[in-house]
């Protein structure tokens, strides 16, 4: 029997399971109304159909999907841990002492800045936009459900703030990813992302204000406040003490205890409190990891809020980016990818069609490979050269990585991040998509500024010729001579 020889696809060829998975998984959610799995199983049928027919074997389609789900298997355990740490939260009265606290201190014209803020705060402090949805994430759905907000509008807030601290954190993976795939300084990295990201979560925060500031308080009920307190407090209790199990989560993430240990020594923490403050024993515990938080208070709305978390109730989550991974690692292995963004870059001709075209790419993998990290190291790999010929410093290659494929990661609900924040929120990720405002605005704001020449950051060596709108270096600011 001959055996077959891999080749180089062609461009039609690469483009097939692209397309084809585009218009099955929207067809089937946006007509058919069904979950992302399943379209996305046949997507992985129809790229392992196009592998063959390019010459891979199916030792070949089978390594693929493999080393792609492999490299989600540390997330996969940490959706696992987060899974019993919200259930454990909930379960030891933590989560409910926050959104208590949280309907009396905070206002409803500030709710959204402040709650964005929180998040930003939690996640660069954690490095993970995960955790800060997972824990105080959590708290504000509660908050934002007992103000009157749109949940939709709450989980875009949270998501920004969260991505904000994931962003320019340096214990954050997907920062050191980035960093890496373009083989520049992790804090050269983190510095240049201030010029695009600052501006952009400003922007995202007077947004929040605005709408915050206009929002109809007509039907705003105190009762209804004091309802939901008086539910709390009668189903839990209630104490400044239960405070300490996300004060824990900050010390460990200052202590930069990995994200694993991290995480389940937090859902520790919260089993132990319940012990102490809600009397659960063993068996109740073990449920609660195992199974999450039911809530049985009789308010619709809180029993709605609380009854989440546990291993099963991520099971959803970690199914989807299993077959996901899947996909991406079948068109990365047969090289799909590859063929389609060696003919993009013979079009990049500018600095301003460079970064737009590195956003895009990003963006364009966190859609089709579901998968943050490639999102990051794909466009890296590929876009490396160019940005050398032109001059530019690879944190600024890295910056614009991060600006495209780190941002949009939650944005589709079939990519790891995106699928992680619907379960974890409880809001279906198409739903909080228009009010991810700093999502949505950094990418437009990065490749403004590359057009524009503001922060562009070009090697000393390249430095005559530039105008002072573009930054040499984030270590030497250029001045008029």
Same mark, same amino acid.
């Given at each position: 029997?001959?055996?077959?020889?891999?080749?180089?696809?062609?461009?039609?060829?690469?483009?097939?399971?692209?397309?084809?998975?585009?218009?099955?998984?929207?067809?089937?959610?946006?007509?058919?109304?069904?979950?992302?799995?399943?379209?996305?199983?046949?997507?992985?049928?129809?790229?392992?159909?196009?592998?063959?027919?390019?010459?891979?074997?199916?030792?070949?389609?089978?390594?693929?999907?493999?080393?792609?789900?492999?490299?989600?298997?540390?997330?996969?355990?940490?959706?696992?841990?987060?899974?019993?740490?919200?259930?454990?939260?909930?379960?030891?009265?933590?989560?409910?002492?926050?959104?208590?606290?949280?309907?009396? +201190? @905070?206002? $409803?014209? %500030?709710? =959204?800045? #402040?709650?964005?803020?929180?998040?930003?705060?939690?996640?660069?402090?954690? !490095?993970?936009?995960?955790?800060?949805?997972?824990?105080?994430?959590?708290?504000?759905?509660?908050?934002?459900?007992?103000?009157?907000?749109?949940?939709?509008?709450?989980?875009?807030?949270?998501?920004?703030?969260?991505?904000?601290?994931?962003?320019?954190?340096?214990?954050?993976?997907?920062?050191?990813?980035?960093?890496?795939?373009?083989?520049?300084?992790?804090?050269?990295?983190?510095?240049?992302?201030?010029?695009?990201?600052?501006?952009?979560?400003?922007?995202?925060?007077?947004?929040?204000?605005?709408?915050?500031?206009?929002?109809?308080?007509?039907?705003?009920?105190?009762?209804?406040?004091?309802?939901?307190?008086?539910?709390?407090?009668?189903?839990?209790?209630?104490?400044?003490?239960? +405070? @300490?199990? $996300?004060? %824990?989560? =900050?010390? #460990?993430?200052?202590?930069?205890?990995?994200?694993?240990?991290?995480?389940? !020594?937090?859902?520790?923490?919260?089993?132990?409190?319940?012990?102490?403050?809600?009397?659960?024993?063993?068996?109740?515990?073990?449920?609660?990891?195992?199974?999450?938080?039911?809530?049985?208070?009789?308010?619709?709305?809180?029993?709605?809020?609380?009854?989440?978390?546990?291993?099963?109730?991520?099971?959803?989550?970690?199914?989807?980016?299993?077959?996901?991974?899947?996909?991406?690692?079948?068109?990365?292995?047969?090289?799909?990818?590859?063929?389609?963004?060696?003919?993009?870059?013979?079009?990049?001709?500018?600095?301003?069609?460079?970064?737009?075209?590195?956003?895009?790419?990003?963006?364009?993998?966190?859609?089709?490979?579901?998968?943050?990290?490639?999102?990051?190291?794909?466009?890296?790999?590929?876009?490396?050269?160019?940005?050398?010929?032109?001059?530019?410093?690879?944190?600024?290659?890295?910056?614009?990585?991060?600006?495209?494929?780190?941002?949009?990661?939650?944005?589709?609900?079939?990519?790891?991040?995106?699928?992680?924040?619907?379960?974890?929120?409880?809001?279906?990720?198409?739903?909080?998509?228009?009010?991810?405002?700093?999502?949505?605005?950094?990418?437009?704001?990065?490749?403004?500024?590359a057009y524009m020449g503001i922060a562009v950051f070009y090697k000393k060596a390249e430095k005559e010729g530039i105008p002072v709108t573009m930054v040499d270096s984030v270590d030497d600011l250029p001045t008029n001579k």
């Open positions: 029997m001959k055996q077959r020889t891999k080749r180089k696809p062609k461009l039609w060829e690469a483009l097939i399971p692209i397309i084809g998975m585009a218009v099955i998984i929207v067809y089937s959610m946006l007509v058919l109304k069904v979950d992302p799995h399943i379209p996305i199983v046949i997507s992985t049928v129809l790229a392992a159909i196009m592998a063959l027919v390019v010459g891979c074997t199916w030792t070949d389609i089978r390594d693929g999907m493999l080393e792609s789900v492999f490299r989600a298997v540390e997330a996969l355990i940490i959706v696992m841990c987060v899974g019993m740490l919200i259930g454990s939260w909930v379960l030891s009265g933590s989560v409910p002492t926050m959104i208590y606290y949280g309907l009396q +201190l @905070i206002s $409803p014209r %500030f709710f =959204l800045p #402040t709650g964005c803020i929180l998040c930003a705060i939690v996640s660069t402090a954690t !490095g993970s936009a995960w955790t800060s949805s997972g824990t105080i994430g959590i708290a504000l759905m509660g908050i934002g459900a007992g103000l009157g907000f749109n949940p939709a509008l709450t989980a875009g807030m949270i998501i920004s703030g969260a991505y904000f601290g994931d962003k320019i954190s340096p214990l954050s993976d997907s920062t050191n990813v980035a960093a890496a795939s373009a083989e520049t300084d992790l804090y050269k990295h983190v510095r240049s992302m201030l010029f695009t990201t600052t501006p952009s979560f400003i922007i995202a925060l007077i947004l929040y204000t605005i709408i915050g500031m206009g929002h109809d308080t007509s039907n705003f009920n105190p009762e209804t406040i004091e309802a939901i307190r008086t539910t709390l407090a009668d189903s839990f209790n209630i104490t400044p003490w239960l +405070l @300490i199990p $996300p004060v %824990f989560v =900050l010390i #460990t993430a200052i202590l930069k205890v990995p994200a694993i240990p991290s995480v389940f !020594g937090a859902a520790v923490v919260g089993a132990i409190f319940a012990v102490i403050f809600q009397g659960a024993d063993l068996v109740t515990i073990l449920d609660n990891f195992q199974n999450g938080f039911v809530s049985e208070t009789g308010m619709a709305m809180v029993d709605k809020l609380l009854t989440r978390g546990g291993v099963n109730n991520m099971l959803w989550t970690i199914s989807l980016i299993i077959f996901a991974m899947c996909f991406g690692g079948i068109l990365e292995k047969a090289q799909f990818t590859d063929v389609i963004l060696e003919k993009v870059v013979k079009h990049v001709h500018s600095v301003g069609s460079l970064v737009a075209t590195t956003i895009v790419t990003g963006i364009l993998c966190d859609f089709v490979l579901t998968d943050q990290y490639l999102a990051n190291i794909i466009p890296g790999r590929m876009y490396c050269k160019v940005y050398d010929e032109m001059g530019l410093e690879r944190y600024y290659l890295s910056r614009t990585l991060e600006d495209g494929g780190s941002l949009w990661s939650p944005m589709f609900p079939w990519n790891g991040c995106g699928a992680y924040q619907q379960a974890t929120l409880g809001v279906p990720t198409f739903s909080y998509f228009p009010f991810a405002f700093l999502n949505l605005i950094n990418p437009f704001v990065s490749i403004i500024m």
